[in-house]
């Protein structure tokens, strides 16, 4: 499912599919999407680019969740950074740069960017 929060500028997606199961946030305000792998116990942050992610206005009228979740899980993409949660300064840090609806899809989660 996929609710879209226009005065927010956020749209989230629900994937329902069990060992698949995961939760997004396309938050526009803040410039990032996360998606929380419910199988991984893990939330991966992408910053948005425009040339592949389409802006909030357009997905009501696009196949979206289809289109976007097979670009986001490409082979193609490679996530290269793992962000530990040790350091108090950088977790601040991380959710000053996210946002709060990505604070609260991960909060606790280890971070892949």
């Not at 927010?8 to 698949?20: I, P, Q």
């Not at 990032?32 to 997905?59: G, V, W």
Request: charged share 20%.
């Amino acid at each position: 499912t996929m609710t879209i929060h226009n005065e927010k500028n956020l749209a989230e997606v629900h994937v329902t599919s069990g060992v698949y199961s995961s939760d997004t946030i396309f938050d526009y305000s803040h410039g990032y999407i996360a998606t929380r792998l419910f199988s991984r116990s893990a939330c991966f942050i992408l910053q948005i680019n425009k040339d592949y992610i389409p802006e909030l206005q357009e997905i009501g009228r696009l196949a979206f969740e289809r289109m976007t979740m097979k670009a986001l899980y490409s082979p193609n993409n490679v996530w290269v950074q793992f962000q530990s949660g040790h350091s108090l300064f950088g977790r601040i840090k991380d959710w000053i740069t996210y946002g709060k609806p990505i604070e609260r899809l991960c909060a606790g989660l280890p971070l892949y960017g």
